[in-house]
């Protein structure tokens, strides 16, 4: 799985002005949830982030493990959650997860389909219905993509969650989900009612 490495400050300032003050600055809010836990859950540690930094990870069709760099000190983790301005889009605040190679996480991870489909040969349409799916692994486990073979997939046929497996990987998505489908086209259908 790609990696990326941020840098990132440690931030001792908190409530809405002091968020406000800092986004003003071009930095974003952000915490590190991290792996050790005490009598309120996750020991947290309250960062920002540059915008330009955090773009090079927000922007990109790609999944990373994310090496953040704090006052010297790296912590690998995850981007859990992204808050953003619902007028300007621009991200307000941002949750990340520590990871360790031991414990599994739940982690998006995008979605590939290979090969041509035997219902697109007979003239239908292969859509993709979900980009990503949630699987379950110690990250040392997660895959760029989760590769998708649709080469026997007929036409009017869909593939469902239910029939895909992973070594080493849970998949957390339900197992009902449609992922991909191949839909009957104008021609195919026109082309069945000839042949019928």
Do not use: W
Request: net charge positive; hydrophobic share 40%.
């Amino acid at each position: 799985m790609k990696e990326i490495t941020l840098n990132a400050q440690a931030r001792s300032e908190f409530g809405k002005k002091a968020s406000r003050e800092i986004r003003r600055q071009g930095l974003v809010p952000a915490v590190i949830y991290g792996v050790e836990k005490n009598e309120n859950g996750p020991v947290s540690t309250a960062i920002s982030i540059s915008e330009k930094e955090l773009a090079k990870l927000l922007y990109t069709p790609n999944v990373y493990i994310v090496n953040l760099v704090v006052e010297g000190k790296t912590v690998k983790a995850i981007l859990k959650e992204l808050q953003c301005d619902y007028v300007t889009d621009r991200p307000v605040h941002v949750d990340f997860y520590q990871i360790t190679e031991d414990k599994p996480v739940v982690m998006e991870i995008p979605v590939k389909l290979n090969g041509l489909a035997e219902g697109v040969k007979a003239g239908g349409k292969l859509a993709l219905n979900v980009r990503k799916l949630a699987v379950k692994a110690p990250y040392t486990k997660f895959p760029d993509t989760l590769d998708i073979d649709v080469t026997s997939l007929g036409l009017g046929k869909s593939m469902k969650v239910a029939a895909l497996s992973y070594e080493g990987l849970e998949i957390v998505t339900s197992k009902e989900v449609v992922v991909c489908a191949v839909r009957m086209t104008r021609a195919a259908r026109a082309a069945a009612a000839q042949q019928g």
